[in-house]
């Protein structure tokens, strides 16, 4: 059984999440499958609806996997965006110890 493990890797997004990166990113998740990832989306000026889904869909895999999936920062725009939808970040962001 997998322990829930906290190193790992950080991955940028791009500023723009948009239907053209979509595949890129979920590319980019799936070199990262099988360890701890952390996301920096603090760069983040548009999200799509897409890019969230697949974002949404790696924590769910990750967290069936015992693994770490968490959101190190966040843009406004990014958070805003992700509000508006429904998608809830809120559990996935990292906490201070």
Do not use: Y
Not at 29 to 38: E, P, S, W
Not at 66 to 93: C, H, N, W, Y
């Amino acid at each position: 059984m997998a322990s829930r493990n906290t190193a790992g890797k950080t991955l940028k997004l791009a500023p723009v999440l948009d239907l053209n990166e979509a595949t890129v990113l979920h590319e980019r998740l799936l070199a990262l499958k099988g360890g701890a990832v952390t996301i920096d989306a603090s760069g983040v000026e548009r999200v799509g609806a897409l890019c969230v889904q697949v974002l949404m869909a790696a924590a769910k895999s990750w967290e069936e996997d015992r693994l770490s999936f968490t959101f190190a920062e966040a843009s406004d725009a990014f958070v805003k965006t992700t509000q508006l939808i429904g998608a809830e970040i809120g559990p996935l962001m990292a906490k201070e110890i």
